[in-house]
C-alpha cells in the first residue's frame, strides 16, 4: 500500500465509450501525475498537476482529459479511444523534492 | 526527448547470485530512483539517491549516483525468489514545484530456484 489509490483496477471500453479514471492520494503531496505503460516501451510521462494546477501536458491527444479538483484527487476522462490506448495508466503522487509514488495502475482494453 | 538507457533488458539466475544492473543518460539529473514493479501492479520505490555519488542500501539492494549525475547502479546480493519482477531506474528533474520522471526501459529478473 503506497498511499495513492487507482480505481477501477480493470477497465474495458469500446472506442465510443466514455469513461474516466480516478486517483486519489493521502499523503498530503503537492504534485499528482499520469504516466501511461505500453507494452515494450518505457513509462512515459501524460500529464503533471502541481496544487490543482496542470504544468505539464507531454503532447497527449485531447480524448485524454485530465482533471484535477484539489491536490488529493485525480482523474482522467476518457472518450472516443483507439485500440492503441490500450495499457497500464499509472497515476503518481510526490511532495517537492521527494521521489514520486504510484498506485497499483488501471489496466485499460480499448475495443 | 531525455532517454535512459537500461542494462541488461533481461537476467536470468540461480537462487543465491547476485545481480546487478545500470542506467545511463545523455542528460544530467538531480536524482536517481529505482523501482521495483511486479505483474498487474504499480512500481515500488526501493531506493532514491539525491546526491552525487552518494551509494545508499536497503537491505540487500544497493544503489549507487554516479559522479557525473549521468548514472547509476543498482545491485542485488543472495538473491531470492521475491527479487523476481521488472526493475526500473528513473531519473528526476525539478519543474515547476513538481517532479518530472524519465524511465529506463526496465530489466526483467528471473530467477531459477
Known amino acids: 500500500e503506497t498511499g495513492v489509490t487507482q480505481t477501477p483496477r480493470h477497465l474495458v471500453m469500446g472506442m465510443t465509450n466514455k469513461k474516466s479514471l480516478k486517483c486519489e492520494q493521502h499523503?498530503?503531496?503537492?504534485?499528482m501525475y499520469w504516466y501511461k505503460q505500453s507494452a515494450k516501451k518505457p513509462l512515459e510521462l501524460m500529464f503533471v498537476?502541481?496544487?490543482?494546477?496542470?504544468?505539464e501536458n507531454n503532447s497527449v491527444p485531447s480524448r485524454f482529459s485530465p482533471e484535477c479538483p484539489n491536490s488529493s484527487h485525480l482523474f482522467l476522462h476518457l472518450h472516443t479511444l483507439q485500440p492503441e490506448d490500450s495499457a497500464l495508466y499509472l497515476c503518481?503522487?510526490?511532495?517537492?523534492?521527494?521521489?514520486?509514488?504510484f498506485g497499483q495502475g488501471t489496466r485499460l482494453t480499448v475495443v | 526527448g531525455q532517454q535512459l538507457n537500461q542494462s541488461p533488458q533481461s537476467m536470468f539466475i540461480q537462487e543465491g547470485e547476485d545481480v546487478s544492473m545500470n542506467c545511463t543518460s545523455s542528460?544530467?539529473?538531480?536524482?536517481w530512483l529505482w523501482y521495483k514493479q511486479d505483474p498487474g501492479e504499480g512500481p515500488v520505490l526501493l531506493i532514491a539517491?539525491?546526491?552525487?555519488?552518494e551509494l545508499t542500501s536497503n537491505g540487500r539492494l544497493t544503489a549507487q549516483f554516479g559522479i557525473t549525475r549521468k548514472d547509476s547502479f543498482l545491485n542485488i546480493s543472495a538473491s531470492i525468489p521475491s527479487d523476481v519482477g521488472i526493475y526500473f531506474c528513473a531519473g528526476q528533474s525539478e519543474y515547476r514545484g513538481a517532479q518530472k520522471l524519465v524511465f529506463g526501459q526496465g530489466t526483467r529478473l528471473t530467477i531459477n530456484p
Open positions: 539517491l539525491y546526491k552525487a555519488g
Open positions: 498537476y502541481n496544487f490543482k494546477e496542470q504544468t
Open positions: 542528460s544530467i539529473f538531480n536524482t
Open positions: 499523503l498530503g503531496h503537492n504534485a
Open positions: 503518481a503522487s510526490s511532495q517537492a523534492g521527494r521521489s514520486a509514488f
